[in-house]
């Protein structure tokens, strides 16, 4: 078949395609991005008004290749759009957004005849067949993903093994699988959160035999109430253990490798509560020091055995103080040198910001300690908001977080000396830069919080360090002592500060959570 102008060759909508791919970034929900980080992911808009230009010919008339593009991408519109301040205030201001089409997230669903319409072209201008696609450098699979959708077939390569599992996850696996039910494993039965939301999904009640009766002459109503019980007589009414699509599947089994998991990591990461009400409220309380939540035989907090003291009728108001859970959601950590005056520990910062989105804004405090041999961290909670406008409010909250580190080096919070970048490169290629725990990531009742570490959680790290070698005696090619090496470059920039090798700390983690799986 002899080749043909393209429409990329003369015409593309990318303004639209701009405006959408910009969209698609905030997009989480069904995502491919959700699957796995990938670096320079391309978005899913751009490939495909891409791939349809590509393959579509030129129809050679301007209004066409114009009325063309806008079927593709639909056209531009402006509207107002609202947004509140920090401050309280609303203000207003013109948004520009696409109409029809089907590149913005969503549309190519909810415009299946649109769509539908463009695979019909792409096969007419191949002679009736589906085009083939190659893409060399797939990464995380946007391209040959759109390809496949547009009714071409796709061939993705890449030599990155991340890479490789993410196309097999994303463009193998649901083809092959699409429209299977398999039955579900025995173990997740158990598990109350996972069947609730599956009988929830799939509208399963629970037997006649326990279900809440109405009164007398009404019909009764089936209730969604003691999962236990289902899990127990889920064969008893439904016949066998039921069946469900791949989804279901990967979330059973990801909660598996959670739950093996969180049963190894449990001793590394502690869980403590804090004595306060759910639903925040103006009522005072006697406030308490946290208390270290003690694990039931599966690893999850025994928040019954801590809060036993109370009774039920006081549980069941929320604006009642008890002890609430705050598992652990990560350790910050910064590294540190020691200052070649004062002989303090420097802590390596650029910013001590923990928190700064919308209203909520949490600050690192440093001061000094005793003896100015090192600092001593703190956690600012509510820091207020200054500066008459956003340059203002913005060269305020630089100055308010800035760490100890800048261009120039790290400056000593001891001292007034300032240890140059290639004073700290010399210490990290000696082997004298450690690290430092400076605070502790929660989940608490409204979201992240944050609090000082405590001396358990130093003296777990410290020794889960130790553990490295002994986690890694049972990986099948031993421990991954393999160099880092500096590229031309210079982009694995952590060469020059002697750090050649994967943290221990990390590799026991990661260890434990592949072989969980």
Not at 415 to 427: A, F, G, V, Y
Not at 484 to 494: G, L, P
Request: hydrophobic share 35%; proline share 7%; aromatic share 8%.
């Amino acid at each position: 078949m002899n080749d043909f102008p393209r429409l990329i060759e003369f015409a593309f909508p990318l303004k639209q395609a701009s405006l959408d791919s910009v969209h698609e970034k905030n997009v989480r929900h069904g995502h491919i991005s959700t699957l796995h980080i990938w670096p320079a992911r391309r978005p899913l808009a751009a490939c495909r008004a891409a791939l349809i230009a590509t393959l579509l010919p030129d129809p050679g008339d301007p209004e066409k290749r114009r009325e063309l593009c806008e079927k593709i991408a639909g056209t531009v519109e402006k509207e107002i759009e609202k947004k509140k301040k920090p401050d309280g205030s609303i203000v207003e201001r013109e948004k520009e957004v696409t109409k029809g089409g089907i590149l913005h997230w969503g549309r190519e669903t909810e415009n299946a005849d649109t769509l539908e319409w463009f695979r019909q072209e792409i096969r007419k201008a191949y002679g009736g067949r589906a085009p083939k696609v190659l893409d060399p450098f797939a990464g995380g699979g946007a391209i040959p993903l759109e390809a496949m959708r547009l009714g071409c077939e796709a061939t993705a390569i890449d030599i990155n093994p991340v890479a490789w599992f993410i196309l097999k996850c994303t463009l193998e696996y649901p083809q092959k699988l699409a429209g299977q039910k398999r039955p579900l494993p025995e173990f997740i039965l158990e598990d109350k959160e996972f069947m609730e939301a599956f009988c929830k999904a799939h509208k399963i009640f629970l037997p006649a035999k326990h279900a809440k009766h109405a009164k007398k002459g009404k019909t009764a109503q089936p209730q969604q109430g003691d999962l236990s019980e289902l899990s127990r007589h889920f064969a008893c009414f439904a016949g066998n253990i039921p069946e469900a699509d791949l989804a279901w599947h990967v979330r059973a089994w990801g909660r598996w490798v959670l739950d093996r998991a969180r049963r190894e990591l449990a001793q590394f990461y502690p869980t403590y509560a804090d004595f306060e009400p759910i639903q925040k409220n103006l009522r005072p309380f006697e406030r308490q020091p946290m208390r270290l939540v003690p694990l039931k035989q599966d690893a999850t907090p025994d928040m019954d055995a801590l809060n036993a003291e109370f009774s039920e009728e006081y549980l069941a108001s929320e604006t009642n103080p008890r002890w609430v859970a705050k598992p652990t959601v990560a350790y910050l950590w910064a590294r540190t040198v020691t200052c070649k005056n004062c002989r303090a520990t420097i802590p390596l910062l650029k910013t001590r910001w923990l928190c700064k989105t919308g209203n909520r804004r949490v600050l690192l405090t440093m001061q000094p300690n005793a003896d100015r041999s090192g600092v001593v961290f703190g956690i600012a909670e509510n820091v207020p908001i200054a500066g008459g406008n956003a340059t203002q409010r913005k060269a305020y909250e630089k100055q308010l977080g800035a760490g100890t580190m800048s261009r120039s080096g790290a400056s000593c919070p001891c001292c007034p000396s300032m240890m140059t970048m290639e004073d700290i490169k010399l210490e990290g290629q000696a082997g004298r830069l450690s690290t430092l725990h400076t605070a502790v990531a929660v989940d608490g009742c409204n979201g992240k919080e944050f609090r000082l570490p405590t001396q358990a959680e130093r003296d777990v790290s410290t020794r889960a360090e130790k553990l490295g070698e002994e986690v890694f005696q049972s990986i099948p090619f031993g421990v991954p002592t393999e160099r880092i090496r500096e590229d031309a470059k210079r982009n694995t920039w952590c060469v020059q500060y002697g750090i050649d090798q994967f943290a221990r700390s990390l590799r026991n983690v990661s260890f434990r959570l592949s072989r969980a799986s």
